[in-house]
């Protein structure tokens, strides 16, 4: 075994801040020199943030839940099963998100009884309006990593940028989940633009400003007639092209 496939199976532990003291500052020691467990972490994050803003209790969709005992007993990379897993503990966190959310509506509504402060009032209404698109995001989340058609890909760091790293889990049916990690800083100016690579052309998905850190994280519904073979990241001019015209950054295949 690998220093880093030993390392990759803490990454979702580590998401969930289930580590003991030990591990974790071992993990946090490699966590700077690997980009896939970088990555691991970016995606067990990425559901934690996504389950406890679920707004219904109950159990989590069939195709999830199947997937997610599956990565328990069969044969898979060790990298995929580390990420399920990450789901699965995650998935612990609905019930209490749920339950949270449950009370935070209670109290809004009661303060919103108690006062006759419009200034109040208007902040509350935009603190419920913030959650409820974090709500609607989570749901677009859990819906695309539960689809019957989800395919995982892998976008590898090109010569232009060797360490960075990026996932993409597209369903035709639901969507498009993308997030990336150390990606390089923007010159002036500058925008990087993610592609779907079709047999025809590359089409536009999204155009991508990454934190301080390098990061960055979409989700998009599926666009109608494109069925990407590919996805890539470019940098381009502020605003976007019609087609890419720098070099590739982030790309991966089907």
């Not at 690997?34 to 195709?63: I, K, R, S």
């Not at 060790?78 to 339950?99: D, E, M, P, R």
């Not at 989700?219 to 990241?233: E, N, R």
């Amino acid at each position: 075994m690998t220093a880093h496939e030993q390392f990759a199976d803490l990454a979702g532990a580590y998401a969930l801040g289930a580590l003991d003291a030990a591990e974790r500052a071992a993990f946090e020691q490699h966590l700077p020199t690997c980009a896939e467990c970088q990555q691991l972490v970016a995606d067990a994050q990425l559901v934690m943030d996504a389950l406890p803003l679920t707004l219904t209790l109950g159990q989590p969709p069939a195709a999830l839940r199947n997937r997610i005992m599956m990565s328990g007993t069969a044969p898979v990379a060790a990298s995929t099963a580390s990420g399920w897993l990450a789901i699965a503990a995650t998935l612990l966190a609905v019930v209490a998100g749920g339950f949270a959310w449950t009370q935070y509506r209670q109290v809004a509504a009661s303060q919103v009884a108690a006062t006759q402060s419009q200034a109040q009032l208007e902040a509350l209404q935009a603190q419920l309006s913030a959650l409820q698109g974090q709500a609607d995001g989570a749901r677009q989340t859990i819906d695309i990593l539960a689809a019957d058609d989800v395919a995982r890909i892998e976008l590898k760091g090109q010569p232009a940028a060797p360490s960075s790293t990026g996932r993409a889990y597209w369903s035709a049916s639901r969507g498009l989940l993308f997030s990336a990690v150390n990606l390089p800083a923007l010159p002036q100016g500058r925008v990087y633009q993610l592609w779907y690579v079709t047999a025809a052309a590359p089409v536009s998905a999204a155009l991508v400003t990454p934190d301080a850190e390098g990061r960055y994280t979409l989700i998009a519904p599926s666009p109608a007639g494109v069925t990407p073979t590919a996805f890539a990241v470019t940098i381009e001019p502020a605003g976007g092209l019609p087609a890419p015209s720098g070099a590739f950054y982030l790309l991966g295949a089907f």
